[in-house]
């Protein structure tokens, strides 16, 4: 077993736990260990993988309170009779993955893949350290398992999920959630604006979809219609084309920006006097970083829900109910000073711009004293 060897376990639902996965790829790789980044599903069966990517896509696109009600079961039956079949039935196929890559620590940035791999582990009885990292602002039982050495959480006031769950407390690391731009801060709001050609004096909304492009872009810039000025909006549409498409042939009385998938995200984000997008974990952490006022809507049931609770519980965000609420809660973050300060505020004490090299440290730390004790015994 290569003791420097670390894979990370990623699941194609979305793009956020893909990208999380690079950006501490990269961290991890400045401290001298070997990375490879595995899909989940992908390394079963790549037809397999199709099925259930473009299920789970179907399921948020027309079927969002489905999803939901999976999510809850899968809350309320973490080790329901068909997920131990599902168990059974990959539990010989990870095993030989985990042979072949001979990895000493291995990292998930998913549930399902948590509960998966803790199931080999504990059913072949393998040597590797087990990390959780988790996207999102809060904690699915799936990712709980006496296998796991570590949780990198969200946030410190998630500690009480390690009572909840009985997990040692000192299990919980509260790093934060990896971004991808970390030196975004070293750029002001009107710098920003010039390096993307934006209009330095216009009031400007960057309206997001995630990866995948989610969001009733069209819906809402319906609804943007009725704000009285001029705004600079930025539709981030991410892979979905056809929104794209449909966007730019959009009228409005605005100033119109779309963006397909782009790595320069966050620097949009920072540039924006507000983000309105759904509550996907690595967006609104990416907007806790920025310091950037979040307003929801429309966000998904179960995982987003509990993320936009989390975040309007500390001050970070607010909800937007209807469409038509959107242009009035706009108006109160742009034009009212004190609300937009105390938003950003509010921010700033959730914002852990240093996620990814506090992971990759950690787990230096972690590992360079398992082979210490090793060598010593």
């Known amino acids: 077993m290569n003791q420097r060897k670390i894979i990370i376990f990623s699941v ?26 595995v899909d989940m599903f992908d390394t079963i069966n790549k037809f397999f993988h199709k099925v259930i990517l473009d299920s789970y896509l179907q399921l948020l696109r027309f079927r969002p309170s489905v999803w939901g009600k999976l999510y809850q079961y899968s809350e309320e039956n973490p080790n329901s009779i068909f997920l131990k079949q599902f168990n059974a039935f990959l539990t010989s196929k990870l095993h030989r993955t985990l042979q072949d890559k001979k990895a000493a620590t291995i990292i998930t940035t998913h549930p399902i893949a948590t509960t998966m791999l803790a199931n080999v582990i504990r059913k ?22 006496r296998e796991v050495s570590g949780y990198f959480v969200a946030s410190e006031h998630l500690r009480y999920y390690a009572n909840m769950y009985k997990v040692d407390t000192k299990l919980f690391y509260p790093t934060g959630i990896p971004t991808q ?17 934006l209009d330095e004096n216009m009031k400007t909304v ?51 920006r779309v963006l397909g998938f782009t790595n320069l995200f966050m620097e949009y984000l920072k540039a924006s006097d507000v983000i309105l997008s759904k509550a996907g974990g690595v967006t609104m952490s990416e907007a806790l970083v920025c310091e950037t006022p979040i307003v929801i809507f429309q966000p998904l049931p179960g995982q987003e829900e509990q993320n936009s609770q989390f975040l309007m519980n500390y001050g970070a965000a ?7 609420e959107i ?40 590992s360079n004293r398992k082979m210490m004790n090793n060598y010593t015994s």
């Open 12 to 37: 194609s639902f979305g793009n956020g736990h893909n990208q999380v996965s690079k950006v501490l790829l990269s961290h991890l790789k400045q401290k001298g260990f070997e990375i490879e980044i």
């Open 124 to 145: 072949k009885n393998i040597p590797i350290k087990l990390y959780a990292l988790l996207t999102d602002f809060a904690i699915h039982p799936m990712s709980v398992h």
């Open 181 to 197: 731009r970390e030196t975004v801060h070293e750029y002001s709001k009107q710098q920003l604006r010039r390096k993307l050609h």
């Open 206 to 256: 960057l309206v997001a979809g995630g990866g995948v492009g989610l969001a009733k872009f069209t819906k809402i810039l319906a609804g943007l219609e009725a704000f009285g000025e001029k705004l600079q909006i930025i539709c981030a549409t991410g892979e979905n084309k056809r929104a794209r498409a449909k966007i730019q042939r959009y009228k409005t009385k605005h100033s119109l």
């Open 318 to 324: 607010i909800k937007a109910e209807v469409v038509e």
């Open 327 to 366: 242009p009035v809660l706009l108006e109160r973050i742009i034009f009212n000073k004190h609300y937009h300060s105390l938003m950003t505020e509010n921010a700033k004490k959730l914002k852990q711009p240093n996620a990814a090299s506090d992971i990759a440290e950690i787990i230096s730390i972690n």
